[in-house]
Every structure is written in structure tokens, then in C-alpha cells.
């Protein structure tokens, strides 16, 4: 995908002034390619844990072992792209010192490639190493609402939420319509027959989906003359999508018998739970012969404690203080979660506020034209975007390219900002 | 022991029942006298009479106010997933007895590579409580059919009936492991009444480990559910485990609770003196250069040196008798050492892994080591010092 021509022809602009570009524009001349150290230095250590994972997996399997070794799996494959690829450039290098002329033609032929393929490599293990979204693997739900001022804006929002589903139903995600409804307007109709939308809220029930959407959320602009137009002037107005993580809902896919898969809302990794027994003070074993059945476990990260001593079995009581335990953590999470994704929807309505710095993109009729502020991508064949055709796609996957340039430079300016630090420590 | 303030009595009345004020003497608070009196009346709820229960309720009670342990009053220890019948004359099973049994059964459930079959020798076996936790808890985690030989000796014959009875009374629940009744993979646990200083016992230990040697139809070697047609134990046990007396006289008399000094058996708990012994005995016992709690210790590593168990391991009484018997262990093994130097056998004596444990050893590594005749030990889990732990693989 990263590889398209128009993406790079497109995104160009935005990433002239990633960091990570300036690396990748040095290695396509003369100097060796090269990362900043410290994220080569992470991408080593992965790769590592990750080789030594896949070891242990074969000789026997861990469910916690084996999610980890997924997680860190696309790094080792990147890094190891990215070490042949240099290896590719260096022995291109030497062969452009070779005395035969005809040798040294072969390699200033390939030179350019490889040189390509080494600045995709770095970037592509660049992406890998900046974290996952935590919901990233989540189906999402998208909100659309009108943004303040006339019925132009709702008519707009129908548009987006129609747009939406038909790009959805081409790329074959399952939706379901959560909400749709008009504005108790007049119950006129748009010059393409849509309704005044008071708000829509659309899931999106593939997994992943959260990632896919995630860079839709923000204002979209409408710049068009509206239906109702006398003096066929072009108005603005502006339409408000969130994207926000779809929870399964509690008590169908989440259940306590579930405790044994990572993924689940009950699992706890027992290396971080404290057990203790209440044993008798003195010396304890022959010594005293009173039932010690009591237990007590604490979990570290978060300090939930639960005591039981019902039974007279340890055992017994062991396994309810698990259960008790499982219990609480669960409903912590899912609390958290709850709290996180209420956080993000009041984050998202604070700085998208309709004005006109904060759009993200604008769908302008008169010009066919859909610009996408952020990647800086303006494509035509506005109608092919609103049936949220292919246009559309590559409007979304310019916005993905940003999105990840963006956090591949903050990981860039986090890795050196410690590897400064890490220096200033070893100096003193 | 300090007297119990009359208030408390009062709370108990008032705030849980008469009967809790009745438990106070044994158990010396609310918290426990409120608990044990749950547990009476479950037990009396779940097992029937001709007598009322309330009575029965009030009979259990003023039993276990004057001190009787409860396990005698009701008859029974839960240990790990199984049940233990408990009688007056044999030790009651501990809580850190059950915590490292667990433990050595999964350790041996999770060797790599996976053992074709195990043999297990328990010396000092009291209830069986032992081997029953070890088989039970084995026979859950091992995947293929695995054939499981155990055999418990105890002195008492008080303690071999009742070790007998809690095999036959834990066999059920045995047997509702799906391959524990396939004859494919039969279990063998026996018991049989013997002093562990007894010249005789390693002969009948190794006609234990393998009987086919020694007589032609290992048949009558007890009880349990067997096989006729099976392999043999193998002649290397997988684990000798003991928890023998370990207490001092003095200890006896100063620290142990009242209810042990008074209701468990002595023999259980403090290494017969040497006045008690006869002359043989008291022979025998003389040839260990060793405190006279540790002489079980001594004894039991000379069997270990004839058996060569691949892992051993002994219960004792806290830290420092935890390292004196680390220090046993080594000086024999370098006195082994010196006695082959000409033959080369050094590797067969030494355990190349030698461990204190303590109460819960299932807490794992935390980096602690103790250095003992120049050698660093590992020491696993949390608490006081509860056993060490040998092992050749
Ligand atoms: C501390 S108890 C341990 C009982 C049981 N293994 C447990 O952990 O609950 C010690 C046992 O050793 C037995 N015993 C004492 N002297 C013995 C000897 N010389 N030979 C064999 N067993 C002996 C006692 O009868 C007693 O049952």
C-alpha cells in the first residue's frame, strides 16, 4: 500500500518534514542508510524476544507467549526486509568499484531500486515499531452529526452517512445502523433526495475496523450551492464524524469462562498476583496444628486485594479468592474502557469545533474536488467518493500514511529524547 | 499462653453464639472461633445421626474447646483437592506440608521429557497424605497414561491402618480421572509398616522398585488398584519425599502449640530419644555424627545414597535446620566424593541441584542464595524455611 505511486506523489508534502524522511532522503545519495540507533537498537531487541519466543512456543504452547510473539512478529519481519536490503545496497556499492565496466553498469542499474527498496524497508519498519492503537483491532462505530447553521449541513450528513455505508458494503464490512435520524425539520428533502440528518450512528462490525476509520474522525467541509439556491451562490457548511471503538456488549462474547484467554476481560497473568497464606506467627509445620485455610491475593498493577477463608480447604478457598478476584478485575476493565471511550468522545467534540482551521477535509461540488487537509491528497471524481468508491479509498489509505508518518515521528523524537537522556546519565 | 480476656468470651456470646464463647479457649479469637463453628455445623449438617443436631452441634464443640484439634473432632483434613481422615495416635497433615507436595507434583508433571512412568518412595508416611496429593494431582496434569508406582512406610501401625483407609477412601475420587482406570495406565500405591532404620528397609525398597527381580509374581504387594501385566517400577525412583519427626525435646516442650504437645503423637514429632532406644538402636543412631533432630536427616540420606533417587525431598522444622541438612547433604556427598575418587563415580553422588524451600515454594526464585560449605544454594518461595530439595536430573 505504502508503495502506491499516487500516495507518494500525494503525501510528498506532508512528510517533507518528517525526520524520518530526512534519514531516508540521505540514504537515497551516497551516505549508508541508516535509523535513528536507538530505534534499530528496539527493533534488535524485538526481533530477539521474538526468535527466542517461537522457540520456546514450539516446544511448548503459551497463550501469553504465543500473543506476544504475534504482536512483535511484523517487526522481525520488517527488520529483517530491511537488513537485506542494506546488505543488497552494500554489495551494490562494492560492485561499483569493480573493474569491469560492464559490471559496474549492471549495478548503477539496479542502484536506483534498491535504494527504493531500502527506504520502503526503513519505513515499513519504522510503522511496525510505533504502537498499535489499543482499539485498533476493534469494530468502531461512526457518529455523524451536522455541524451548527442550516439544513445544508444535515443534508451534508446524510451524504457522509450514505458514503460510509456504501464504502463499507463495497469493501464487504458487515454494518449495522445503530441510529438514523432526521432533524424534525419540515421533512424537506436535499436536491439528491436526502433527509435533513439530525445524527446517524453506524457500526462497523469487521474487526480492525476502529484502525481503518480511525482517521475519519474530525469536520468534514461542504462547499456547494444548495438545491435551495436562488442566486446560485456556493455555501459552507461542515459535518462532525467520531469514530469511536465498538465494545462487545457485556455478558455476550465476556464471560468468566473465558478467564483463560488473554484477550478476555478475566484474564489475569498469574505472575502478577501475590498470594498469601495467613499462617500461624512461631514455627509453623509440626509445630502448630490449627487449620490455616485462609488466603489472601492481591493484584500488583492495580493492588485489588481478596481474602477468603470460608472453607476449611486452602484449596477451596484458593480457587473462590481466584474467581472473586477474575470478578473485580473484570468489572474494573470494563469501567476503564467505559471511562476511555467517554473521554475520547468528549476529547474529539472539544477540539472539533466548527471552524474553519480545524477541517480535515472538503468536498467541494462546483470544483469536483475532495482535498484531504491532513495528506494533502486532492482528488477529483467527487461522485465516486460520495458512493464511497475507490476514490474514497485512497482518500482513507493517504490519511493512514499520514497518521502513521505522524506517529512514527513521535516515536522517532521519544526514542531520542531517552537515548539523550541514556547519554547525559552514562557522561556523568 | 495468656489468658483469654473475659470480654472476649462476652463477644463471642453476643456477637456470634454461646457455642463460639465454648470454642474461644482453642481458638483464642472471634475471627477463628466463628469459622470453626461454621465448619461444626457443616459437618454436622452434612453427615447424619440419630442424635439432634444441635446437639451434636454442642457435643462437637465443648470436644474442640478442650483443646482436641479439630481434624480429630471431626475427623478429616482437607488436603489440597482430597480429603484426609484424621484419628488421634497419627499426625493431623500440615498446610505446608500440602503447599510443596503441589508443588513436587508439578514439577514432576511438567519434566521435560514427559516420564513414561514414576515411582515415588514416601518415608514416614503417617496419613499417606503424601503420596495421596502426589497421585491425585498427577494423574490430572500427565497426558498420556502414565503408570504411577508409590509406596509409604511409616513405624506406626496406628498410621499404616489409617494410611490404608484414606487410599480407600480417596479412590473414587481416583479413579474419576479418566486413564486412572484404563489399564493402560494403573496407579500402585501401597504401605507397609517399617522403621526407616531398620537394616532391612533398602532391600525391601528396591524389591519395591522392582519386584520382578526378587520374586517371580509381583503379586501381594498391597493394595490399590494393579495390573498384572504392567512394567515393573522402574529401579530409580523419581522422588523419595519424607516429612519425618523433626522436633528437638526442648522445642517439643517450649514451642509447639498445646494442642500438639498434648493430642499428637510424640513419635511423630520428636526423633525417639536415645534412653528410649534399645541398645541396637541407640547403636545405630550413634553412628550419625549429627544433632539428635536431625539423625532422621542422616538416615534418610544414606538411603538416597544406595536408592539414588533423582530428586529428593525432606521437610523441616524452619531455616536453621533447613541449612544444617544442606550441610549434610554436601559433606556426604564430598565424603562419597573422596571414597570414589578411584573409581570415578563422583557424578553419581552429587546432586547437581540442591534447593531450601520455603513454606510456599510455588512463589519460585525469588534471587535469594545462601552460601553453605562453600557452595551457593538456591532458595525458592516465601515464608520460614520448609524443606530441601535434591535432584540429580
Ligand atoms: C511428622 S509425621 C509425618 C506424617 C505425614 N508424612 C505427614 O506429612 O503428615 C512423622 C511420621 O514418622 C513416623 N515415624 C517415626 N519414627 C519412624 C521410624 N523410625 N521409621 C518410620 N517411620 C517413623 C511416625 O509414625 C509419623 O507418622
Redesign the pocket.
Known sequence: MLAAPWVCRSCARSLRHASIFQFVRRASTETPVRLPPALLERARRLTAEHDQLTSTLEKDFDAKKAKRAGEISRIADALRQFEKAKAALSELHGLLESDDAEMRELARDDLEATNAQLVESSHNLSAALTPKHPFADMPCLLEIRPGPGGTEGRFFADTLFHMYKAYCSNKGYRTRVVQYEASDSDGQTGSEGEIALQEAVLEVQEPGAYAIFRGEAGMHRVQRVPATEAKGRTHTSAVAVWVLPSFPENGTSESEADWENPESDFYIDPTEVRSETMRARGAGG?HVNKTESAIRLTHIPTGTTVSMQDSRSQQRNREYAWRLLRSRIAQQRREAREEMARQMRSSVLANSQITRGDKIRTYQYQQDRCTDHRSGLDAHNLPDVLRGGETLGKIMDSVQTWLINKDIEALISEEEASAAVASREKGK | MPRLRPSLFWRARREISPMAAKLLPACRDLESAANELRWIREYVRDTKSPIPDELRVWQLAEKRGRGIPLQYVLGTQPFGDIEIKCRPG?????PE?EAYTLHLASLLSQSSPPPTSLSIL?????????PLLLLHSLLIPLRAPTPIFLH?????P??IRLARANLTHNTPALNRFPHASSSSCPYNLTFSQ?????PSLITHLQHFLNPQIHTPTPTGTGTGTQDQNTEPPTKIPDLLV?????ISPRDFNSATARAVRNHE?R???V??QQEGLSPIHRYRHDRYNCRPEDV?YARILEIASVLKPKRVLV?VGGWEQALRVVRLVLENSTAATSRNNDGGHKSQEEYNLVEVWRDEPSAGDKGERVEVAGREVVVQGEGRGRAVYLSRV
Not at chain 2, 122 to 130: A, M, R, Y
Not at chain 2, 152 to 156: N, P
Not at chain 2, 194 to 198: K, L
Not at chain 2, 242 to 246: G, L, V
Open positions: 509440626q | 497419627v499426625l493431623i497433615p500440615r506440608t514416601d518415608l514416614c508416611t503417617g496419613t499417606g497424605c503424601i509409604g512406610v511409616d513405624i506406626s496406628a498410621a517399617f522403621d526407616i532404620f531398620s519424607s516429612n519425618p519427626p523433626y503423637p513419635l511423630a514429632l526423633p525417639q532422621f521437610e
